[in-house]
């Protein structure tokens, strides 16, 4: 079969085993000009291990920046349902007063429903709130730290998710350039020991023993006619 381009859905697993698969042969093979062949793409082979594990370790920590920002959310959420009761206490229940507005220019319900960067935003505009004269020292002292606390620790939780998809995003891009390079290692291997082949007068299959086989999908025009019942 010889060497066979990889395709666009070729993972880092597939075309490392196909590279072993020729770098094996090649190191075995009783002549230098074929063993020497063997050198570059062995040692990108080497290589592959560090680009899989960053691939990896960048993936938990999607997973782990995504779980603070739901715990965060979360929390924001449930200290701002404490948050309205003692608010409310604090203005008689009068959901229309000037100082219910001001911390809830929209419904309790629906702030508590935001994702937590719109949240995060509302809890930084009712911080100011809570300068007002209108807001007792216990509702201040209460509240105020808790959920500025919400606001800092919610804005890191985000920044750390959108680093984290960053770094997704730069080792996939390491995955295909390896890919890739290993690819034009593999058909310069195939296109010298051609030549090779060629000049020490060996069979034409020759390059077949240094690449795996590739099986290819029959097209139905191809396949097998159904046997009749």
């Not at 590279?19 to 094996?24: K, L, P, Q």
């Not at 999607?62 to 979360?74: E, K, P």
């Not at 807001?135 to 606001?151: H, M, Y």
Request: hydrophobic share 40%; glycine share 4%; with cysteine.
């Amino acid at each position: 079969m010889g060497y066979t381009k990889f395709g666009e859905d070729t993972t880092l697993d597939e075309a490392r085993a196909s590279c072993v698969y020729t770098v094996e042969p090649l190191l075995a093979y009783p002549h230098a000009a074929i063993y020497e062949l063997a050198q570059p793409l062995d040692a990108l082979v080497e290589k592959a291990d560090a680009v899989e594990v960053a691939a990896k370790r960048s993936k938990r920590a999607v997973v782990r920046a995504s779980a603070r920002v739901r715990t965060w959310d979360g929390v924001g959420d449930d200290r701002l349902r404490e948050f309205v009761k003692d608010l409310l206490g604090e203005v008689r229940q009068n959901r229309e007063s000037s100082l219910f507005k001001a911390f809830f220019p929209m419904t309790p319900t629906e702030m508590v429903a935001l994702t937590l960067a719109p949240e995060v935003e509302e809890i930084e505009r009712m911080d100011g709130v809570f300068d007002t004269k209108d807001v007792s020292g216990s509702l201040k002292t209460t509240w105020r730290e808790a959920l500025a606390e919400v606001a800092t620790r919610g804005r890191a939780a985000l920044a750390e998710r959108k680093a984290a998809n960053q770094a997704v995003a730069e080792a996939s891009e390491e995955v295909t350039r390896w890919i890739e390079k290993a690819d034009r290692l593999r058909r310069a291997i195939d296109g010298q020991l051609t030549t090779w082949a060629a000049e020490e007068g060996l069979a034409p299959d020759f390059n077949d023993r240094f690449f795996p086989e590739t099986t290819r999908p029959r097209k139905k025009k191809d396949a097998a006619p159904e046997t009749p019942t």
